[in-house]
């Protein structure tokens, strides 16, 4: 069974710019998450989505945003980037079990 | 809110010396637990959970934890560490207060084993 799969693996944006992350989940997940993960502050949750509805979300501000696809695929976009989103962005998805979450490799994301 | 501690930030060890990490946590209801491992250049590994039942709970590698409840911990034990186990060790509970499906993780442990 293939894994939780992200790409790209590695953005370099500038301030002000917008990126899009894609996440493909494992065959059958239907709930993907995502995560924040810097130094600082460790790892945060971002949102989370299921059935291509919104769950939950973190304390992140408007400029974090996401959505899922019918086949479970899920993307991420940050508009206006500022500094302090170089992080590596997590994609965390689980099936039947809640709360089990497989990760994806992630995607470093720089801002300059 | 719902938090978890982990109390040591890096911890560096001698190979075949015994490793306890902690973790605690704030929830006081039944609650599930994780430990996670991020391998140098690696993705996040499930290393345990814990769900229900025995307290003791074993996962790969040789790792095991204990979960406490009346001292809401759920530490990380190995008897004998490797130099293969150099990496950063994340203890995690499920976000109870909003609804299910995402996590809340600890700071992490950095653990550096020397050969």
């Known amino acids: 069974k293939a894994g939780v799969t992200q790409t790209p693996r590695y953005l370099i944006k500038t301030r002000g710019q917008q990126v899009t992350l894609s996440c493909s989940p494992i065959?059958?997940?239907?709930?993907v998450s995502w995560y924040q993960q810097t130094p600082g502050q460790g790892l945060q949750f971002l949102f989370e989505?299921?059935?291509?509805?919104?769950?939950n979300k973190g304390n992140f501000p408007g400029r974090f945003s996401g959505r899922q696809f019918s086949n479970s695929r899920s993307e991420m976009n940050v508009s206006t980037l500022e500094l302090g989103d170089s992080a590596l962005y997590l994609c965390a998805t689980s099936g039947l079990v809640t709360n089990e979450q497989f990760f994806g490799p992630g995607t470093r994301l720089t801002v300059l | 809110a719902q938090s978890v501690s982990q109390h040591n930030h890096h911890v560096i060890l001698s190979e075949a010396a015994s490793l306890e990490l902690g973790c605690n946590y704030s929830?006081?209801?039944?609650?599930?637990l994780f430990w996670y491992v991020q391998y140098p250049g690696q993705h996040l590994q499930l290393l345990l959970k814990y769900f229900s039942g025995d307290p003791l709970v074993k996962g790969i590698k040789g790792f095991e934890a204990e979960f406490i409840k009346s001292k809401f911990s759920f530490n990380l034990r190995k008897p004998s560490v490797q130099w293969s186990d150099t990496a950063e060790y994340f203890c995690?509970?499920?976000?109870?207060?909003?609804?299910?499906?995402?996590?809340?993780f600890g700071k992490g442990t950095k653990l550096s084993v020397k050969p």
């Open positions: 929830y006081g209801g039944t609650v599930n």
């Open positions: 065959s059958g997940h239907r709930s």
């Open positions: 995690a509970v499920p976000n109870y207060g909003g609804s299910q499906g995402n996590l809340i």
């Open positions: 989505y299921f059935s291509e509805t919104q769950r």
